[in-house]
C-alpha cells in the first residue's frame, strides 16, 4: 500500500472556487478512474506563512505501485491539463510517492 500526496499552492482570491470545483468534480473523476481506493484532504495551518496563497494536500491511497503507475502513465496528464487550464497561474503543484513500512 502507498499514498500518492499532491500539494496545491493556490492564490486566496480562487481558493473558495477552486476547493468546490476539486471536491465536487476533479476529485470524484479521478476516484472514477479505478486506481485509488481512498483518499483525504488537508489544509496546512501550520505554518501559515505565505499571505497570498493557501496550502493543500491531497492523499490517494492505492494497493500496489503498479495502480499508480497505470494511473500516472493513462490518466494524470489529462487530469492534470484540466487542472492547469481551469487554473491557469494561480496555483503550484508538487508531487510525491509515500510507501508505508511495516
Same mark, same amino acid.
Given at each position: 500500500?502507498?499514498?500518492?500526496i499532491v500539494t496545491?499552492?493556490?492564490?486566496?482570491?480562487?481558493?473558495?472556487?477552486?476547493l468546490?470545483?476539486?471536491?465536487?468534480?476533479?476529485?470524484? /473523476?479521478?476516484?472514477?478512474a479505478?486506481?485509488f $481506493? /481512498?483518499?483525504?484532504?488537508?489544509?496546512?495551518?501550520?505554518?501559515?506563512t505565505? $499571505?497570498?496563497? !493557501?496550502?493543500?494536500?491531497?492523499?490517494?491511497?492505492?494497493?500496489?505501485?503498479? /495502480?499508480?503507475?497505470?494511473?500516472?502513465?493513462? $490518466?494524470?496528464?489529462?487530469?492534470q491539463?484540466?487542472?492547469?487550464e481551469?487554473?491557469?497561474?494561480?496555483?503550484? !503543484?508538487?508531487? !510525491?510517492?509515500l510507501?508505508?513500512? /511495516?
Amino acid at each position: 500500500m502507498g499514498v500518492y500526496i499532491v500539494t496545491i499552492n493556490i492564490k486566496r482570491q480562487v481558493e473558495e472556487e477552486w476547493l468546490k470545483w476539486m471536491k465536487e468534480e476533479h476529485i470524484p /473523476d479521478i476516484m472514477s478512474a479505478g486506481y485509488f $481506493s /481512498d483518499y483525504e484532504i488537508f489544509k496546512v495551518v501550520i505554518p501559515d506563512t505565505l $499571505s497570498d496563497e !493557501a496550502v493543500y494536500q491531497f492523499h490517494y491511497r492505492f494497493n500496489t505501485i503498479e /495502480d499508480y503507475y497505470q494511473y500516472a502513465e493513462k $490518466s494524470a496528464p489529462d487530469f492534470q491539463r484540466k487542472h492547469a487550464e481551469k487554473f491557469l497561474g494561480k496555483f503550484k !503543484a508538487s508531487r !510525491a510517492i509515500l510507501k508505508k513500512i /511495516d
